[in-house]
């Protein structure tokens, strides 16, 4: 499908010429019969960025020219536009005043577009439904900085606009098509005279286009609304909840334009982008989109196979959301459990309730399932967590597959050398540890064990990149990195409920740091016994750190009995409770770097904020080492260590990270 | 192979090509020479397979097909399909009790007469000891029937078929909502008041909003029309392309009603209404007038328009088709032999209406024919866009490597050959009954024009295509 956005109007022409110049942009012009010219600019996307030095020179060249009546921007990589500024050209200004400098250049462009006398299309060429419209600047902690704040309300409406620069919302095209982001739909032609992508972009230059819109009744009524000012006070106010700083200065800025005019707008908008830029919020976010770019990455090379089949024994809701994930990606999958595929059917059905899919599209990727067990390129296994189970699940398999088969196995407190001991074959065994439920949480954890070769974890990787997800990579050890980094955050919010702390208070604190759920309601969620079940495991791995301490069977029950503890007033109070949480868990982060169970800072961010729901505005527990300076943290970690003993002592990284101020995490 | 055989004799000069054809032609079929003064030699001097019988069609009629809505409206698509049956019992004076078996084809199927076959039949006086059954394959629902008589005679399991096909697109089902429709079978279920009323007390008004038959594609959800309109541009075909072609189809489907070349048609006395005799959507236009339309599907740059695409259309067709030994038998001149079939598919989105280009040469081949070899092409028209999407497929050798396997292109259909009589765009499209129509045209135009072997080919809804040789019956 192809979009159109459109800025004037069209009519046809045929081709007589092509131009093409140096630089990233390339000049298409072709021109008609009627002389009516126009331009085709092929805009070349470098790393998703474009020059904007270069885009000036090119639209005034159109400008000036005479001969030239419009102009069409397509991007020539299909399924791309624009996607927006570098934001590495932000980690290189100091203050807020040299940030505000770089949305302005661009305010003027864009401005300069929409006033353009001469009409300018622009054709966005979709992959799918991959190609989605959005306002994401939100996620990095800033705002739509070209002008977006001032022109996007304008298009589909104050309340449309605030949903997606507040949000983040993605729209495929048929909806932005519906809320009147983009004019026109171009359906993508099929294969022809030409290769299809080829003759597609062609075609989109000779197609005409109506840029008129009518707003329908809903959209008038809309906008007379805003045009009473208790209304517009309203929607203001509706939408200023939340931690970050981001959506009150969007909604300040948004505010300006519709009240002070758009050039109000502008100024305001610049220099919220400045301000915003520079805060830690923003800081953190960025430091996480970095690094969700490198765990995208296949670090261990191209597998020497391309796996296409999967097999999954033993599944329950794990089996399940793995399959349903991969049949998605066009992976022959087989389920040892014929009752489970209607779970993944469901998974897929609500898609479609959803109108991500087709009844019809759901129908083929459920084809690629089969409820059945003979082994296949890879085997997952996701039978229940019992090593001597496993065992049998490893050995029987081994016994059936040839030697290439890899074998993976999906557990959370497991050891894997432990698990792999039993094979004739450890090279080709490998942990994963999928975050449930499988199909929605982003993160897997990869485990390699001493032995595991380096193609396996290759081939590993590349499936789980496949099904979608941020991948890190970690080493064998007791709870490999997200679960040792849950449990002692665990343990303490079990004290923390001892020593009498009512759980809908903690569940307030905990949330006003940033944390989706309350640590009360997420240990009620994991369920005690199996939070028992780990600390037990891993106090018997790390001793005194972990506590000994027993647990009790549920919070609602729980202080009935005698369990309860004396609170120590010195380290009681709400903010010292949160940071009791918050050090516990990135001490031990910063022990799993230490000891080596992570390879970087980066991975250990990406894990813990993709995987545990770590708060994203501090970034990860690295990042917030970084951002919060190492010495206050240790600080802490000793006033505690004072009242609780062992628990709380700093490891020795965090330590050396006090005594050298400019050493940080993430340079 | 085949192409080998051709090159010689292309190569030969002309007075030698004649030479040629008068020292070979006396020793097959001889009288057709003589009506058939263009005739090229063949590769293949009959299409005969030893020990497999020979399958002929005997005679084939049609009602005439008008556009929907009008002098058909009030009709059921059974009363359609019944006066194709009797008007063929008229032309062919064919024993009621002969007749084997009976197919039908049918796409939009009205539910009170889902075996639509078998209530024609019945209405139509077969005797009730002769077995009907209808079939559905989109657009080429008919050309399944045909093929699946053909496969009963040729295997020996009948002797005598009447194949048809027939849709009424006056009327179609149109269905209370899924909704509404369990609160109406949960009703028929209750037992008690009790029961009864909590179940209306779940009635919503929204449960009243209507359930239309599908007009797209079901894998898809594209309409034909917008996929054709694709299927142009991906092709380059332009808007005046089409509107030409378009023209060229009503003008010869005009001159051929006016010479009476259709003969295929009987009249048929609608109840109630006058006797319709001859085909009323043939309806030459201008250039100038087509130009005006918009566009149908793709607005507002599309160039698939209401004028180059075929119209919704009511009309039935039957066809008589024995075992040749069976039709010498009982006195019958066949008028031609029904040969080599392939039904092929493929992508329903960017090829949905790609299927004469897939089916042509691989029956072909499978004949041992080349194109040269044909002398009437009769292809549905769907939409001039298509037809000429599938010329320019045919015609490019660059799709032929990519997308058919193919080493070279499958060359173009002369023109000349193609469609004389008009098509589907003029003549109208049953979904059910235009198999048998394009059957029926190669054969007759055969007959009137000579030749020997006829190419039939149409393409389908789902992405699938077929494609028949026709061989004249020697005279």
Redesign the interface.
């Known amino acids: 499908m192809v979009t159109y956005r459109a800025i004037g109007s069209l009519s046809r022409f045929s081709a007589f010429r092509i131009l093409r110049s140096q630089g990233y942009i390339r000049r298409n012009f072709t021109g008609s019969f009627a002389l009516l010219t126009r331009t085709h600019i092929n805009y070349g996307v470098k790393g998703d960025v474009i020059l904007h030095s270069e885009f000036t020179e090119v639209m005034n060249e159109i400008w000036a020219s005479d001969q030239i009546r419009s102009a069409i921007l397509i991007s020539p990589k299909p399924g791309c536009f624009i996607v927006g500024a570098d934001i590495n050209i932000l980690a290189t200004c100091k203050t807020p005043q040299e940030v505000t400098q770089i949305p302005q250049e661009a305010q003027r462009t864009s401005e300069k577009l929409e006033k353009s006398i001469k009409p300018v299309v622009t054709a966005i060429t979709t992959k799918d439904r991959k190609t989605v419209f959005g306002a994401p600047e939100v996620l990095l902690g800033i705002l739509p900085g070209a002008g977006g704040t001032q022109r996007l309300p304008k298009m589909v409406g104050v309340p449309a606009a605030f949903d997606m620069m507040l949000t983040a919302r993605n729209m495929r095209a048929d909806r932005a098509k519906k809320m009147g982001l983009v004019d026109q739909l171009v359906?993508s032609?099929?294969?022809?005279?030409?290769l299809?992508e080829e003759?597609t972009i062609k075609?989109l230059e000779e197609?005409?286009?109506?840029p008129k819109r009518n707003k329908g009744l809903v959209g008038k009524l809309t906008a007379y609304a805003m045009t009473i000012p208790f209304v517009r006070q309203q929607i203001y106010k509706k939408r200023t909840k939340g931690l970050y700083p981001t959506p009150l200065k969007i909604i300040d800025v948004v505010k300006t334009g519709i009240e002070q005019g758009s050039d109000a707008g502008y100024l305001s908008e610049s220099q919220k982008f400045g301000e915003l830029a520079m805060t830690k919020e923003s800081k953190a976010l960025m430091g996480l989109y970095h690094g969700q770019v490198l765990c995208k990455k296949n670090t261990s090379g191209a597998p020497q196979k391309d796996v296409k089949h999967l097999a999954i024994p033993g599944a329950g809701m794990m089996g399940a959301g793995i399959a349903q994930v991969s049949v998605d990606k066009g992976r022959k999958t087989i389920l040892k459990d014929a009752t489970l595929t209607g779970l993944v059917f469901k998974g897929l059905n609500d898609k479609v309730e959803k109108k991500a899919l087709?009844s019809?599209e759901r129908d083929s990727i459920f084809s690629n399932l089969t409820g059945k067990l003979d082994y296949q390129d890879m085997v997952m296994d996701a039978v229940f967590e019992d090593l001597s189970f496993k065992h049998r699940v490893l050995k029987g398999v081994e016994a059936v597959i040839p030697d290439h088969y890899v074998f993976a196995s999906n557990t959370s407190p497991l050891p894997i050398s432990e698990i792999a001991a039993v094979s004739k074959r450890p090279e080709k065994v490998i942990g994963r540890h999928y975050f449930s439920p499988a199909d929605k949480m982003q993160l897997l954890e990869m485990i390699t064990t001493e032995k595991t070769s380096k193609d396996t974890s290759a081939s590993t990787v590349a499936i789980g990149l496949k099904q979608g997800k941020v991948i890190i990579v970690v080493k064998d050890g007791p709870g490999f990195y997200t679960t040792r980094c849950l449990a002692p955050m665990m343990s303490e919010v079990i004290r923390i409920l001892q020593e009498g702390v009512d759980p809908k208070k903690l569940d307030s604190l905990t949330t006003s740091l940033g944390l989706p759920v309350g640590a009360a309601t997420l240990v009620d969620e994991v369920g005690v016994d199996v939070a028992k079940h780990v600390a037990k495991d891993l106090g018997k791995a790390f001793g005194e750190r972990f506590g000994g301490r027993k647990s009790g069977e549920g919070f609602s029950i729980y202080q009935e009995t005698s369990l309860k503890m004396p609170p120590k007033s010195e380290v009681s109070s709400d903010e010292d409770i949160q940071f009791r949480l918050l050090t516990r868990f990135v001490n031990e982060a910063v022990t799993c770097l230490q000891e080596g169970i992570l390879a970087t800072p980066a991975e250990g961010d990406i894990g813990a904020v993709f995987g545990l729901s770590f708060p994203p505005c501090l970034g990860g527990p690295f990042c917030f080492v970084d951002l919060y300076e190492a010495q206050k943290i240790v600080d802490r970690l000793k006033k505690h260590e004072a009242a609780y003993g062992k628990e709380f002592t700093p490891s020795q990284l965090l330590a050396d990270h006090t005594n050298s101020p400019n050493k940080k995490f993430h340079q | 192979m085949t192409t080998i055989l051709t090159y010689p004799f292309k190569n030969l000069p002309t007075a030698s090509k004649w030479a040629l054809r008068f020292s070979i032609r006396p020793l097959s079929c001889s009288s057709q020479l003589r009506a058939a003064p263009a005739v090229q030699t063949k590769t293949k001097k009959t299409l005969a397979k030893p020990n497999i019988r020979n399958v002929v069609v005997v005679d084939g009629v049609r009602t005439p097909f008008l556009l929907s809505g009008t002098s058909y409206k009030d009709l059921m698509p059974h009363d359609l399909a019944r006066a194709a049956l009797t008007g063929l019992l008229h032309r062919t004076s064919v024993p009621k009790e002969v007749v084997d078996y009976i197919i039908f084809g049918t796409v939009i199927q009205e539910v009170k007469t889902s075996n639509v076959a078998r209530e024609a039949a019945l209405g139509a006086g077969f005797s009730d000891k002769t077995p009907a059954h209808t079939v559905t394959m989109a657009c080429i629902s008919a050309n399944q029937a045909m093929t699946t008589g053909v496969g009963l005679i040729a295997s020996g399991q009948c002797d005598v078929i009447v194949a048809g096909g027939v849709e009424l697109m006056s009327d179609v089902p149109i269905r209370h909502s899924r909704k509404m429709r369990k609160l109406m079978l949960d009703l028929n279920k209750a037992k008690s008041m009790g029961q009864r009323l909590s179940l209306i007390s779940k009635f919503r008004f929204n449960f009243l909003a209507p359930e239309l038959p599908a007009v797209s594609e079901?894998?898809?959800?594209?309409t034909m029309g917008?996929s054709a309109d694709?299927?142009a541009?991906?092709?380059?075909v332009s808007r005046l392309e089409q509107d030409e072609y378009a023209l060229r189809s009503h003008s010869l489907a005009k001159k051929a009603q006016d010479e009476g070349l259709l003969s295929d048609v009987v009249p048929f006395k609608v109840p109630g209404k006058d006797t319709v005799t001859k085909d009323n959507g043939i309806r030459p236009s201008s250039l100038e007038q087509m130009a005006k339309l918009k566009p149908a599907f793709?607005k507002?740059?599309g160039t698939v328009t209401a004028a180059n695409s075929s119209f919704l259309t009511d009309g039935a067709s039957a066809m008589l088709i024995m075992a040749e030994e069976k039709a010498l038998a009982m006195g019958y001149k066949p008028k031609a032999y029904l040969r080599d079939f392939m039904y092929v598919s493929q992508?329903p989105?960017?090829?949905l209406l790609l299927g004469p280009t897939y089916a042509t040469p691989k029956v072909l081949e499978k004949a041992g024919l080349t194109m040269n070899d044909i002398d009437a092409f009769e292809f549905h028209e769907a939409f001039s866009g298509q037809i000429l999407?599938n010329f320019?497929?045919m015609d490019?050798d660059?799709?032929a490597e990519?997308?058919m396997g193919r080493k070279t292109k499958v060359g173009l259909p002369p023109l000349e050959k193609f469609n004389n009589w008009g098509g589907s765009l003029s003549l109208g499209h049953p979904f059910g009954a235009t198999g048998c129509r394009l059957v029926m045209a190669a054969a007759n135009r055969l007959q009137k024009e000579g030749g020997q072997y006829g190419l039939v080919a149409a393409c389908a809804a789902g992405g699938q295509g077929h494609a028949m040789i026709v061989e004249a019956y020697p005279k």
């Open positions: 359906v032609l099929g294969p022809g005279l030409k299809p003759w075609y197609v005409k286009i109506s087709t019809f | 079901f894998s898809t959800s594209e917008h694709r299927l541009a991906a092709f380059a793709i507002p740059y992508d989105k960017d090829q999407a320019k497929a490019s660059w799709f990519n997308y």
